[in-house]
């Protein structure tokens, strides 16, 4: 496609500023030419004024066309605290518990899927970035998650998670956010899960599976297990 060909397009489309979408119609039979295409086209309307913008092959409307919808990421960074319980002490706690790790961070989230599929994904994705964020911990500063074994041996506390803590911070810009349904994975569980095997969630479930983690964490109660 040519530069003038893309100005006279571009020229074109911009008679649809403004407008906004209220339906979708289909172009009527032409009885002269039955087995003619059928266009879709795009009802518009500003104030009084009301268009349709068919989806046509080409401006002559040699056939039917495909309009392309692209779904722009609502992607939004929150400031997040968050405390890792342990089954068992590690060796250096940033917490008055010793079995507790705390610290802060940012993720990011996409917003734009409002239904509870998408709370589900969003709240995968916040616990998988916090445990991400544990493992690279681990890697980095293993003194913050190193615990004892049963024989006295270092091992990881990411295999004795038995609970993870959120409390994010939200932005100004949403303010009133209890009401938008983006927010909801936010209050599903509190924030709080839980990573013993007897009081895993669905997400938590996929995550120990996915990502590694509670490997010897024991069941909710044990001797080995309580808090």
Partial sequence: MGTE????LVKEYKKLEGYTITGVTTSSVD??????????????????SKKTAW??????GNGRGFLMVEDYPDVHTFNTHVIATFERPVN????????????SMSMSL????????????RE??????????????RKNHPEFTTVLGDDGSEESGLDYLVKID???TIPDKFKGFKTNKAFD??????????????????????IVKLLGVASKTQPHGSPKGSQ
């Fill in 5 to 8: 060909e893309l100005n006279y």
């Fill in 31 to 48: 009885e002269e030419y039955p087995g003619e295409d059928r266009f879709v086209g795009l009802v518009l309307e500003k104030k009084a």
């Fill in 55 to 60: 989806v046509q092959r080409d401006p002559e």
């Fill in 92 to 103: 250096k706690s940033t917490s008055y518990n010793s079995r507790q790790l705390t610290f």
């Fill in 110 to 121: 996409d917003l734009a899927d409002t239904t509870q599929f998408g709370n589900f994904n």
């Fill in 124 to 137: 995968w994705e916040a616990l998988a970035c916090v445990i991400q964020s544990l493992k690279a911990t």
């Fill in 166 to 168: 959120l409390a994010y």
């Fill in 185 to 206: 994975f936010m209050s599903r569980s509190n924030s709080k899960y839980y990573f013993q095997p007897d009081q895993r969630d669905d997400v938590v479930a996929d």
